[in-house]
C-alpha cells in the first residue's frame, strides 16, 4: 500500500522559512513524477511545484524564486523549501505521486496523496 506521509510544517511570521519533506513508502523505486500542492481555506487547492525522476521541475510563478522543489531518490523523499513566506501562502501543503503522464503541477489527476500538512504565515 502506498503511503506518502508530509512533515515540517508549522507556523511562522511573514518573510520566515519552512522546509516541507515528503516520505514516501509501499512503492518499489521511485516515483515517476511528483508534486507538491496546497488549499487556502475557502479556496480550491492549487498545484504549486512538480519534479520528475530526473530532476525536471515546473513551479508556478506566484512561488517562483521564492520556493524550491527537490527530491532524494534515494530516499524516496520529496522536499519543498519555502522562503520569504507570505501570508498568502498559507494553506494546507499536499504531497501526490504519479507513475505517468505529464509531469506537471498544473495536472491535478495525480495517483496518490499525503494527508497533508499545515503551513501558516502571519504578518
Known amino acids: 500500500q502506498v503511503q506518502l506521509v508530509e512533515s515540517g510544517g508549522g507556523s511562522v511570521q511573514s518573510g520566515g522559512s519552512l522546509r516541507l519533506s515528503c516520505t514516501a513508502s509501499g512503492y518499489t523505486g521511485s516515483f515517476y513524477c511528483m508534486g507538491w500542492f496546497r488549499q487556502a481555506p475557502g479556496k480550491e487547492r492549487e498545484g504549486v511545484a512538480s519534479?520528475?525522476?530526473?530532476?525536471?521541475?515546473t513551479i508556478r510563478d506566484s512561488v517562483k524564486g521564492r520556493f524550491t522543489i527537490s527530491r532524494d531518490n534515494a530516499k524516496n523523499t520529496l522536499y519543498l523549501q519555502m522562503n520569504s513566506l507570505k501570508p498568502e501562502d498559507t494553506a494546507i501543503y499536499y504531497c501526490?505521486?504519479?507513475?505517468?503522464?505529464?509531469?506537471?503541477?498544473?495536472?491535478?489527476?495525480?495517483?496518490?496523496w499525503g494527508q497533508g500538512t499545515q503551513v501558516t504565515v502571519s504578518s
Open positions: 501526490a505521486a504519479v507513475s505517468s503522464g505529464a509531469c506537471a503541477y498544473s495536472r491535478g489527476d495525480y495517483s496518490y
Open positions: 519534479i520528475s525522476r530526473w530532476g525536471i521541475t
